[in-house]
T-cell receptor, first 109, second 115 residues
Framework: GQNIDQPTEMTATEGAIVQINCTYQTSGFNGLFWYQQHAGEAPTFLSYNVLDGLEEKGRFSSFLSRSKGYSYLLLKELQMKDSASYLCAVMDSNYQLIWGAGTKLIIKP | EPEVTQTPSHQVTQMGQEVILRCVPISNHLYFYWYRQILGQKVEFLVSFYNNEISEKSEIFDDQFSVERPDGSNFTLKIRSTKLEDSAMYFC?????????????FGPGTRLTVT
């Protein structure tokens, strides 16, 4: 079966750095996406990885290891507005997005 | 900035009734999607649509569901004979092409409540 695992909840301090991990087992792989979702709102795109390595975009970076079926999202200089759920999603061989349950990130002052 | 729009934002219906959820994808996008998210649960893929036909659908997307692009701008999801368990947020999304790196842009969602 297809499975994407990520921690249910994480807590971090404003100004700090946090790493949200995601492991996956899917039928085929056409890239991994990270989305941010504030409560009651739609997911918004953060990053895309299809090759191994690190993709950096401002305060956010995403890493992929295809051999390990592993990715992480790194958030630096955390701000209160970063409090949200972070969704890991893998595009399978049928170009369907398979979603993890999301990691709820709580930022404390 | 172009955006995906959805109407209504909230729909309340009685069990057994039919509902139509509407979406206007971004105008130059060619691929359209419907997702469902039950409260507190993960996003689930329902269906993808390209060139006026379904390209992929999930196990959830059974005969109760149908999609249509009735004109050049709207993309609709019809749910026949709604059940209590259909209560969820329904998101429409669109993308320029299938696959990465083409991100899917999500609409704000329609909250469907079946009573």
């Amino acid at each position: 079966g297809q499975n994407i695992d990520q921690p249910t909840e994480m807590t971090a301090t404003e100004g700090a750095i946090v790493q949200i991990n995601c492991t996956y087992q899917t039928s085929g792989f056409n890239g991994l996406f990270w989305y941010q979702q504030h409560a009651g709102e739609a997911p918004t795109f953060l990053s895309y990885n299809v090759l191994d390595g690190l993709e950096e975009k401002g305060r956010f970076s995403s890493f992929l290891s295809r051999s390990k079926g592993y990715s992480y999202l790194l958030l630096k200089e955390l701000q209160m507005k970063d409090s949200a759920s972070y969704l890991c999603a893998v595009m399978d061989s049928n170009y369907q997005l398979i979603w993890g349950a999301g990691t709820k990130l709580i930022i404390k002052p | 900035e172009p955006e995906v729009t959805q109407t209504p934002s909230h729909q309340v219906t009685q069990m057994g009734q039919e509902v139509i959820l509407r979406c206007v994808p971004i105008s130059n996008h060619l691929y359209f999607y419907w997702y469902r998210q039950i409260l507190g649960q993960k996003v689930e893929f329902l269906v993808s649509f390209y060139n006026n036909e379904i390209s992929e659908k999930s196990e959830i997307f059974d005969d109760q569901f149908s999609v249509e692009r009735p004109d050049g701008s709207n993309f609709t999801l019809k749910i026949r004979s709604t059940k209590l368990e259909d209560s969820a947020m329904y998101f429409c999304a669109s993308s320029e092409a299938a696959g990465g790196p083409y991100e899917q842009y999500f609409g704000p969602g329609t909250r469907l409540t079946v009573t």
